[in-house]
T-cell receptor, first 113, second 115 residues
């Protein structure tokens, strides 16, 4: 069965420090992986996606994610965190154009000044 | 939140009443989706539609109904049969590809409270 997991409910980082939000997946076949961000009482905003090709994917707002097939991970990263990055982050997985997108449970990122 | 609108932003209903949530998109996307979001549970798929006049049940369709009469519109009705309807409801749309999975774009959501 296909699944996606975000092992951390909350991540706390000081402003200016690098941040990582973790995501692991399980799929038979090639994965399509996505990251979304949600601010309070708002819809989700698309950040980036991995379809194929380079393992390092760059996205919006300075975020990037590294696809690691051997570790079945797709961690979201940013070199220098901003207080405005504080939000709820979702990793999502699909495996074909005919399949649904499965969302992780979300990780709350808190950046302290 | 792109070209997807959901209305109203907040909705209050008495138990036993049906309620319809609106979702409209001007992105010319073929596919549309409805999700329910509860605290700590991520997003769960209620219904989705890949094309006008066709839709499929998602993981938690019981107590909900949809229609897709126009490409731009995908309203969701929360019926009185839905046992726990209080939640944040999100509508999304995407390009419908035959060989590629496209990202979904989300509306701002409707927070439904049933008492």
């Amino acid at each position: 069965a296909q699944s996606v997991a975000q092992p951390e409910d909350q991540v706390n980082v000081a402003e200016g420090n690098p941040l990582t939000v973790k995501c692991t997946y399980s799929v038979s076949g090639n994965p399509y992986l996505f990251w979304y961000v949600q601010y309070p009482n708002r819809g989700l905003q698309f950040l980036l996606k991995y379809i194929t090709g380079d393992n390092l994917v760059k996205g919006s707002y300075g975020f990037e994610a590294e696809f690691n097939k051997s570790q079945t991970s797709f961690h979201l990263k940013k070199p220098s965190a901003l207080v405005s990055d504080s939000a709820l982050y979702f990793c999502a997985l699909s495996y074909s154009s005919a399949s649904k997108i499965i969302f992780g449970s979300g990780t709350r990122l808190s950046i302290r000044p | 939140d792109g070209g997807i609108t959901q209305s109203p932003k907040y909705l209050f209903r008495k138990e036993g009443q049906n309620v319809t949530l609106s979702c409209e998109q001007n992105l010319n996307h073929d596919a549309m989706y409805w999700y329910r979001q509860d605290p700590g549970q991520g997003l769960r798929l209620i219904y989705y539609s890949q094309i006008v006049n066709d839709f499929q049940k998602g993981d938690i369709a019981e107590g909900y109904s949809v229609s897709r009469e126009k490409k731009e519109s995908f309203p969701l009705t929360v019926t009185s049969a839905q046992k726990n309807p209080t939640a944040f409801y999100l509508c999304a749309s995407s390009i419908s590809g035959s060989s590629v999975v496209y990202e979904q774009y989300f509306g701002p959501g409707t927070r439904l409270t049933v008492t």
